[in-house]
């Protein structure tokens, strides 16, 4: 007996395809696609990221490889993600219903993070100032006004 949901697909299938979504949804905050993948991710993004605040080595070496032992994405994940999660302990995510596919009429939906997540890192202010515009370029007018 099989348990969890096959989507049509063998096991190593099935698992690349989860995993694929799991590191798109790290990395893009949000995903888009059928409602029967994200019921199917939903439940193992809660334990990774469960996994990630206990913190101990077996802890994120697990999470490394059910990430494709991939390190950038098991550093985004115990870092930025989890502290986002600070005192909540489930429910990470939040499913919105979209309309149905016009090609196939399957239900799709969009899965992202309950609490707002930005990866990019914002300069401080004090090196925003220090850059400088860099002097205009000569062009063929300016050469020909100099003379």
């Given at each position: ?33 059928t ?7 939903q ?5 990774l990221?469960?996994?990630s ?19 950038v ?22 499913m ?9 009429a399957?239900?799709?939906a969009?899965l992202?993070?309950?609490?707002k997540i ?23 007018k ?6």
């Amino acid at each position: 007996m099989v348990f969890g949901r096959k989507l049509s697909r063998g096991r190593k299938a099935r698992e690349a395809l989860f995993r694929s979504l799991i590191k798109a949804l790290i990395i893009s905050g949000k995903i888009t696609t059928t409602k029967a993948k994200i019921k199917a991710i939903q439940g193992e993004i809660d334990k990774l990221i469960t996994l990630s605040k206990k913190g101990t080595l077996s802890a994120e070496k697990r999470v490394s490889a059910i990430l494709g032992n991939n390190r950038v994405l098991a550093q985004i994940l115990s870092g930025k993600i989890v502290k986002a999660f600070g005192t909540r302990t489930s429910g990470f995510t939040r499913m919105t219903l979209l309309s149905r596919r016009k090609g196939d009429a399957a239900e799709m939906a969009r899965l992202e993070w309950v609490e707002k997540i930005s990866l990019e890192e914002k300069k401080p202010a004090a090196k925003a100032k220090q850059e400088t515009k860099a002097p205009p370029k000569k062009t063929k007018k300016t050469v020909k006004k100099a003379k």
